[in-house]
Each structure stands twice: as structure tokens, then as C-alpha cells.
């Protein structure tokens, strides 16, 4: 492959690839695993498509090995993969389960023995149900018992892992799952949902107290958000400041904690303009601000909004209105695709809260896949939106963005929680019945990225 300098990213840089345990892993009563908020949800009628669940989503409990080879065959540097809370703990408290502990044990070394890097989250989204029938991420309580776990799970695999994130996307539990209830627990209110991404926030700053306390110094400690920046489709008044409140819905509200100790200011104001806020007690806040070694950036889709009349009839009553171009191509699940978005975004981070470590922890698109006649799975659509983030990637890095790594979202086609098996962001492509693996055509683009440190 001819390459140009200009295309070749830094020495050392991170090319991996990520899943989630419910998404994944199956195998839901295997080992004395307890159920999690998501078997409950899923398990509702109307919850999802179709009304899938993850009870044997891609098998990867039986089938880690197999799997691990593949990403060794593509040459894939680092999984990101995350811990089943239920599979440790299956009511959320107590003592571990040697099994589960001992499937991850087994994962690790398997990644260890393939030269690939494990980097761990600690939580995405499994909580176990009996927490959450307890209260969930709306009482303190839970906060605590995610600390317990980080202790756990940094004392069974700490000498082998050296890259750890407290948790996933709080954004998505908090206000998809306590607020408009699309995602587990499947609650609906303002309230609940700020309680919850308080709590949230809480156990990040209580796990990694924890795991720094457990881990060897060597070893990092960051927290992933999904982020997107927010454009005003004018630069009449009333846009800009819609597109001021979606910012901080989306991304201050996160990140200003995190990386500031503080709210966002405008953000308080217009919760307690609606009567709620979050329950923030005595010294939270330097709790959930101690410095994180990453930032782990999730991104997506960019958003161009405007001003509504009124309100908008949302969880938060922003009185705002997606504005995106039509011309605009989208993805299978309708988001608009704007690779320059993530340039522009972690230039952002990296300007307003800065000079912070990132890593992109998660990136990529659904498209409608299917095996062709000749047993091939071409996805030109994906390859192409792949090709786009990465040079953009690549771009953030030479405004001057310390970003040490990609993961691509994601390794497997796998259960894409409300909307169960119907949309597929994997470069592996899964054959649901019969659990064979296919390698698309972004699986095999990707490898030689990888192999060149870069871009043709």
C-alpha cells in the first residue's frame, strides 16, 4: 500500500476494536449470573424490535476464543470490552462469582497471548436488577456498590490490564433509561433521569477512587461520553441559543462536572426553571472531579438545530427542532453522517477542557448487511463512512488534538439493544442462527489501516 506522510498516524497509536457484555456475551443464566435491567427490559413486550433480547445475542461466552483469533487474523491492536455486572455479582452486591471472574481471567490471557491490548469498562448499562429494584442509579446506594465492583474486578485482572473506563455513556443510562424510558429501567421523568446522571456521575468518581487504590500506578483510568457537536442552523438569537441549550444537554452537563467540578451554570437555570436539578450533596463534586488519566469520546452523528415555538414537547422542554440539511446522507439507524463533526469535536474538547488524553472509544455506522451469493458480505457504505472518521481522526491530531487511539463500534454485529437485531454497526458480520462469523468488506479495509498505521 503506497501511503503519503500526511495519512500515517503517530507512532503507538491504539487501532482497536469494542463490543459490550450484553451485547455480546449471551449465555444470560450460565455460571449463577443474575438477571441485569436489560434482561428485565427486553424481556417486556414493546420494548424492542421485534421484541429480541440478549439472551444468546453473538455467544460469545462460548465462543471468546474463536473470536479473539479472528481479531488476531485482522491484526486489531487493543478490545475494548466491558464487565457484566450480574455475571460478578449477580445481585449487585457480595461476594464474586469465581466463574465469572474467571471468564474474564480467560478473555484477558487469550488477548495477552494474541498480542492484542484489553482496555476494560467497568459499566455499560448492565446493572444488575435487584439494584435497581433496590432504586437504582436514583439513590446514592449504587454508587457505592459500582465502587465494590471496581474493587472486585481491578483485584482479579489488575496485572493484566492497564487500561480501565468507569463507565459508558452515562448520558444514554441516565436520561434514554430514567428519562424517556426507550432504554432500561425503561422509566420516564425529568427528575428521575437527573437523579440517575448525578448517581452516575458519583460511581465514575467512586470507581475510579477505587481502582486507583487496587491497580498499579502504571495502570489508566478515564471515563467514555458520547458527544456531539451541536451547530444553529441561523445565526439568528433565538438558534444560537437553542443550539447553546442541546449543547448542554448533550455535552456540558458531562463534561463540565468531570472536568470542572461544576454544573454548567444555564444548565441549573433552566432545570430549575422545570423544578428539578441534580441531588448534588457536600464534596460530590470533587469526587467526580479528581483528573482521569483519558477521555474517552463516543461519536456518531453531528446536530444542526434550531428554535421550536414553545417547547418541543422533549424529557428537558429545550424548545429546539433538528434542522439538518435533506441532502445530508444518513445511516441505517437515520443519523445524519458528518465526519468532520469529529474533528471539530475533539478539537473542542481538547480546546475548552484540555490538555487531556483521548481516545475515540467508539465510531461507526449500521448498514443494511447481508451476505451476497458468492458468501461475501460488501458494506462499501460502511468502508466509506470508516475511511471519512479516520481521516478526520487524523485531522483533530494536526490541530493539535492528543489522541492516542480508535476503536471501531463495533467488532460484531450484536443485539443493538432497543432495536434488537435489526440494525448491524459490526465489521464482523453475525449469522444470527447458526452464530458464523463473516468478516465484511470494512473488516478486511481495516486491517490494512491497521497494518499501515494509516490511511492509502
Known sequence: MSRTDDTVFPDGFLWGAATASYQVEGAVSADGRGPSIWDTFSHTPGTTVHGDNGDIACDQYNRIADDVALMSELGVRSYRFSIA????????????????????RRLVALLRDASIEPAVTLYHWDLPQALQDAGGWEIRDTAERLADLAVIVAGALGDEVGTWITMNEPWVSSFMGYGTGEHAPGLHGLDAALRASHHLLLGHGRASEALRAALPSSAEVGITLNLSPVQAVTTEPQDVAAARRVDGFLNRWFLDPICRGAYPPDLLAHYAALDAGPPVEDGDLETVSAPIDFLGVNYYSARTVGASDGTDG?????????????????????????????????????????????????????????????????????????DAHVRAAHAAISDGVDLRGYFVWSFLDNFEWAEGYSKRFGIVYVDYPTQRRVPKQSARWYSTVIAANGLA
Open 314 to 386: 422533549s424529557l428537558a422542554s429545550l424548545g429546539v427542532v433538528d434542522r439538518v440539511p435533506p441532502s445530508t446522507k444518513r445511516t441505517a439507524m437515520g443519523w445524519p453522517i458528518v465526519p468532520t463533526g469529529l474533528t471539530e469535536l475533539l478539537v473542542r474538547v481538547t480546546t475548552d477542557y484540555g490538555p487531556l488524553p483521548l481516545y475515540v472509544t467508539e465510531n461507526g455506522a449500521a448498514f443494511d448487511d447481508y451476505v451476497d451469493p458468492n458468501g461475501e458480505v460488501r458494506d462499501p457504505e460502511r468502508v466509506e463512512y470508516l
Open 85 to 104: 455486572w450480574p455475571r460478578i455479582q449477580p445481585d449487585g452486591s457480595g461476594p464474586a462469582l469465581e466463574a465469572g471472574l474467571d471468564y474474564y
